[in-house]
């Protein structure tokens, strides 16, 4: 089956520690992206990359990082950096040209 | 540039009732637009878009969407409502230029009433 795939589902984290949030897609999409969700906020752009070996900061990149050495691969660091970091995380691909972004089931991420 | 808005944070309805979530944007080329439904926990599933051609769009589960320039809006609705569509909605338009990117709006939660 074709699709995105993101893990771990739940992550807890301790204040300090970097954690990193997996996203692969088989759908050989070239472009990749990296949303946070907060209630009442909607979805708020961290990183994303159009092709392999180049990416971009979104609004929010500030605590975050990316790599981008594969096509099917996009994953996202949270340093402790970023002074907020608990939310709802989601990755999507897309066809190079404009059209709809396909999503994964997302990452809660949650620091104790 | 571009943005959307939405117009009601929640909204809520009968089952059996019409659905109308109401989407407005801001663009400077023509635009691409997207509606997406959110089930709790869960990423987002595309329910329609309009790119060009006709502007009455049809999607899944029921619903549609009509693009009317004049208006810039690209209402969603659904003429009846069933306990299953209670999620959260949000629309989208293309960035435009040189990159693929998606503006999303702040989303709409419906609530299903039986």
């Known amino acids: 089956d074709g699709g995105i795939t993101q893990s771990p589902k739940y992550l807890f984290r301790k204040e300090g520690q970097n954690v990193t949030l997996s996203c692969e897609q088989n759908?050989?999409?070239?472009?990749m992206y990296w949303y946070r969700q907060d209630p009442g906020q909607g979805l708020r752009l961290i990183y994303y990359s159009q092709i392999v070996n180049d990416f971009q900061k979104g609004d929010i990149a500030e605590g975050y990082s990316v790599s981008r050495e594969k096509k099917e691969s996009f994953p996202l660091t949270v340093t402790s950096a970023q002074k907020n970091p608990t939310a709802f995380y989601l990755c999507a691909s897309q066809f190079a040209g404009v059209g709809e972004q396909f999503f994964g089931p997302g990452t809660r991420l949650t620091v104790l | 540039a571009q943005s959307v808005t939405q117009l009601g944070s929640h909204v809520s309805v009968s089952e059996g009732a019409l659905v109308l979530l109401r989407c407005n944007y801001s663009s400077s080329v023509p635009p691409y637009l997207f509606w997406y439904v959110q089930y709790p926990n869960q990423g987002l599933q595309l329910l329609l878009k309009y790119t060009t051609g006709a502007t009455l769009v049809k999607g899944i589960n029921g619903f549609e969407a009509e693009f009317k320039k004049s208006e810039t809006s690209f209402h969603l609705t659904k003429p009846s409502a069933h306990m299953s569509d209670a999620a959260e909605y949000f629309c989208?338009?293309?960035?435009?230029?040189?990159?693929?990117?998606?503006?999303f709006g702040t989303g709409t939660l419906l609530a299903v009433q039986p």
């Open positions: 759908l050989n999409h070239d472009a």
């Open positions: 989208a338009v293309s960035a435009g230029g040189a990159t693929n990117k998606l503006i």
